[in-house]
């Protein structure tokens, strides 16, 4: 297995991509003007779980770096790179992420915004059950539309194969009855008049 792909600039930089997408993703729900106080609760400890799961998942893959290069499977040089990526990331996603979602909840909490809807234990779960729908759907889809391509797939393939079976059947038997119709004139116009009774 290449280790050097596996710990290499590209992979660390598409995580902080996906990480960086979420969190747009997650920051969208709060944009609009009418956005409701329970809303905004949910959004920050969204956010704040996201920069929990951004640790732990950065303190796994250095302890995976950490295994092999005891095992020699790593060099030294590599795993240098991946520490020092690590910790940049860990400084500054986990740290901003954090700190933004703590000040949405406390701009709810203790500053007492100005919101259509006031902030109330009921409220407040209708908003986490909806951000969690939402966030459920956005993780969960792709791997649904991933298990249910190779069927839609098969089920498109075998439907055009069966309209292309049927149309070419159409055709040879067009080009079969035209072919009969051929042979039939020809054998009558090279066969000759009957032959005449003998007397």
Excluded at 13 to 39: C, E, H, N, R, S
Excluded at 57 to 82: P, T, Y
Aim: proline share 5%; hydrophobic share 55%.
């Amino acid at each position: 297995m290449n280790y050097e792909l596996l710990f290499g600039l590209d992979v660390q930089l598409g995580f902080l991509v996906m990480a960086f997408v979420l969190v747009m993703a997650v920051i969208g729900f709060i944009l609009d003007k009418d956005t409701t106080p329970q809303v905004v609760v949910a959004t920050g400890v969204a956010l704040i779980s996201i920069a929990a799961c951004a640790v732990v998942s950065i303190d796994a893959f250095n302890g995976l770096a950490q295994s092999l290069h005891e095992k020699g499977k790593i060099s030294g040089a590599l795993f240098d790179q991946v520490k020092h990526r690590s910790n940049l990331f860990l400084f500054v996603f986990p740290f901003v992420t954090a700190a933004i979602g703590t000040n949405l909840i406390s701009d709810v909490l203790t500053k007492k915004l100005h919101y259509e809807k006031s902030l109330g234990p009921v409220n407040l779960l209708q908003g986490c059950l909806e951000l969690m729908k939402i966030l459920f759907g956005l993780v969960i889809f792709p791997f649904v539309a991933i298990g249910l391509a190779p069927f839609v797939l098969v089920d498109t393939w075998k439907r055009h194969v069966t309209r292309y079976m049927e149309g070419v059947g159409a055709v040879n038997r067009h080009l079969q009855l035209k072919m009969l119709k051929a042979d039939i004139i020809s054998r009558n116009l090279f066969r000759g008049p009957p032959a005449k009774p003998a007397p």
